[in-house]
């Protein structure tokens, strides 16, 4: 069964800390891209960070230097440290995975098209 699938939402003060879990399972294949997205009401889906089976990275500009994306291999686990957490932050954030069983390489992407496969998001909320 694939599952892809969020945890460790919640609520934190302004200015403190979260770390989102992102775990993958019945997948084949070691080639793939992931990311992490948030949504607010009303607002289009927006990519923030993105990392690649050969761990390049990218990330939007609205969280580079604050947010750092990172993976565990060995346990199919992708984490989002997000540092300095500002009300502009609140939102529900879904991670999403595209990969394959061939040699294909998958660059790190933050468009919401590159991706097949997405989790139900955890909630994130920030108290001022």
């Known amino acids: 069964q694939v599952l892809v699938r969020e945890s460790g939402g919640g609520s934190v003060q302004a200015g403190g800390s979260l770390r989102l879990s992102c775990v993958v399972s019945?997948?084949?294949?070691?080639?793939?891209?992931l990311a992490w997205f948030r949504q607010t009401s009303g607002k289009l889906r927006e990519g923030i960070a993105s990392?690649?089976?050969?761990?390049?990275?990218v990330y939007a500009d609205s969280v580079k230097g604050r947010f750092t994306i990172s993976k565990d291999a060995s346990t199919n686990t992708f984490y989002l440290q997000m540092n300095s957490l500002d009300s502009e932050d609140e939102a529900m954030y879904y991670c999403?995975?595209?990969?394959?069983?061939?040699?294909?390489?998958?660059?790190?992407?933050?468009?919401?098209?590159?991706?097949?496969?997405w989790g139900r998001g955890a909630q994130v909320k920030v108290a001022s």
């Open positions: 999403a995975r595209r990969g394959g069983s061939g040699s294909y390489y998958y660059a790190p992407s933050l468009q919401a098209g590159d991706y097949s496969l």
């Open positions: 019945g997948l084949p294949g070691t080639m793939y891209r």
């Open positions: 990392i690649a089976s050969d761990g390049r990275t």
